[in-house]
């Protein structure tokens, strides 16, 4: 079983930046690859990055690409998404998911945090 605690979201204007940590209980945590997906109101939910179990790959969508990057703190249990370069269209809930698969699709992925907000304004 894993816990996973996302923190860090919150309101900033275009072109800004934010750190959202991605904080896991449990002893097997760096066994997990890590996703990071969002979901803004009315719409889909939808993949922003992963990271590998060991943090040695990530890979991102092209509407991130450059932007977005991804670090993960095994001996910390944590896990980090930087997002720069922010849009109003990155408004959405931010979550964190851990999956034994290094995979892209939400239904890989076994574990998830409860969200945070972020709010880009133009």
């Known amino acids: 079983q894993v816990q996973l605690v996302e923190s860090g979201g919150g309101l900033v204007q275009a072109g800004g930046s934010l750190r959202l940590s991605c904080a896991a209980s449990?002893?097997?945590?760096?066994?997990?690859?890590m996703g990071w997906f969002r979901q803004a109101a009315g719409k889909e939910r939808e993949f922003v990055g992963r990271?590998?179990?060991?943090?040695?790959?990530?890979y991102f969508p092209d509407s991130v690409k450059g932007r977005f990057t991804i670090s993960r703190d095994n001996a910390k249990n944590t896990v980090f998404l930087q997002l720069n370069g922010l849009k109003p269209e990155d408004t959405a809930t931010y979550y964190c998911?851990?999956?034994?698969?290094?995979?892209?699709?939400?239904?890989?992925?076994?574990?998830w945090g409860q969200g945070t907000q972020v709010t880009v304004s133009s």
């Open positions: 990271i590998s179990a060991s943090g040695t790959s990530t």
């Open positions: 449990g002893h097997t945590f760096s066994s997990y690859a």
């Open positions: 998911a851990a999956s034994r698969l290094f995979s892209t699709y939400s239904k890989n992925y076994d574990y």
